[in-house]
């Protein structure tokens, strides 16, 4: 393809000034195994969805979709959530009264 055909192809993709052919269809089974087949040849989305003529968002959604990244067999480790400060104040010490409430919480699970 053109390079320049192809850069005004993304542009007015990403801009939705135009609509693509197969934008909102069902996905045939056809389409899921050539989405499978550029996306294991290491194409990349946008090139996928201008072929398929979908948006980057459907063909992403789709590769999720047939866990093409291997997700749900090998899920990533979620990282814990910070704990919450004690204080919503910058002055943390015993005497706050803004902190007053969780001083006295911490008094009574340490013990």
Request: glycine share 4%.
């Amino acid at each position: 393809m053109n390079s320049y055909i192809e850069t005004e192809g993304v542009i007015s993709m990403r801009r939705r000034t135009v609509r693509l052919d197969r934008e909102g269809d069902y996905w045939t089974d056809e389409e899921k195994q050539k989405l499978v087949q550029k996306f294991l040849e290491g194409e990349g989305i946008t090139a996928i969805a201008l072929e398929l003529q979908r948006s980057e968002s459907a063909i992403y959604q789709m590769i999720e979709k047939l866990d093409l990244y291997n997700r749900k067999s090998q899920p990533q480790r979620r990282k814990s959530l910070p704990k919450p400060p004690a204080c919503l104040c910058a002055n943390c010490r015993v005497d706050c009264p803004n902190c007053k409430h969780f001083v006295d919480q911490e008094e009574a699970e340490s013990v």
